[in-house]
């Protein structure tokens, strides 16, 4: 248990549906992550809040929205995907941006577009 | 571009030692860390350094030579509940993580 839940654990989803992947972090921390991770691949980054602010998009398709109302909850919508963005999608939080922290993980969703 | 290699896969015996390579190309560098990853669980902190020379933490020691873009990962005393994937991670000029794929560790009785 690292202080990270996400839900929900699985999702199988058609491209035309609209789904939402839901984290929340009980440390007190004050940035969060969403990573993707696809398998033998890096982890992506693809956002990152920093007191409730986006500070980073990777070059994300507008297909995924992130919405993060509070420093412990974030959310990423997801529309209209693609069978390749079937992956492991992982919340992580971290004490703050802009230092060499330990980042915290949740479990992560695994997301299956068919 | 940014670049962080190591291996795929690697299998060592129960009760043995284990050295898992690390090498890292990347814009700035404000330290190195190790994860590990259980099959369908999440990624979990192992190790961070920033200054060269070996940190050792119980049966795990972590190894960082900034010069040679360089790290290993050094498990002892294998046990079975080892078999995992380890995630080798650089923090770079901007404070973002760069993971390496990760290699899987097969642990054989």
């Known amino acids: 248990e690292t202080g990270v839940t996400q839900t929900p654990r699985h999702l199988v989803m058609g491209m035309t549906n609209k789904k939402s992947l839901k984290c929340e972090q009980h440390l007190g921390h004050n940035a969060m992550y969403w990573y993707k991770q696809s398998a033998k691949k890096p982890l992506e980054l693809m956002f990152v809040?920093?007191?409730?602010?986006?500070?980073e998009n990777n070059s994300v398709p507008s297909r995924f929205s992130p919405e993060c109302p509070n420093s412990s909850h974030l959310f990423l919508h997801l529309h209209t995907l693609q069978p390749e963005d079937s992956a492991l999608y992982l919340c992580?939080?971290?004490?703050?941006?802009?230092?060499?922290?330990?980042?915290?993980f949740g479990p992560g969703t695994r997301l299956t577009v068919t | 571009g940014q670049n962080i290699d190591q291996p795929t896969e690697m299998t060592a015996t129960e009760g043995a030692i284990v050295q898992i390579n690390c090498t890292y190309q990347?814009?700035?560098?404000?330290?190195l860390f190790w994860y590990q990853q259980h099959a369908g669980e999440a990624p979990t902190f192992l190790s961070y350094?920033?200054l060269d020379g070996l940190e050792e933490k119980g049966r795990f020691s972590s190894f960082l030579s900034r010069s040679k873009g360089y790290s290993y990962l050094l498990l002892k005393e294998l046990q079975m509940k080892d078999s995992a994937s380890y995630l080798c991670?650089?923090?770079?000029?901007?404070?973002?993580?760069?993971w390496g794929a990760g290699t899987k560790l097969i642990i054989k009785p």
């Open positions: 990347t814009s700035g560098f404000n330290g």
């Open positions: 350094n920033v």
């Open positions: 809040y920093n007191f409730k602010e986006q500070t």
């Open positions: 992580a939080s971290s004490p703050r941006v802009a230092e060499p922290n330990e980042q915290y």
């Open positions: 991670a650089v923090s770079d000029s901007n404070y973002q993580l760069i």
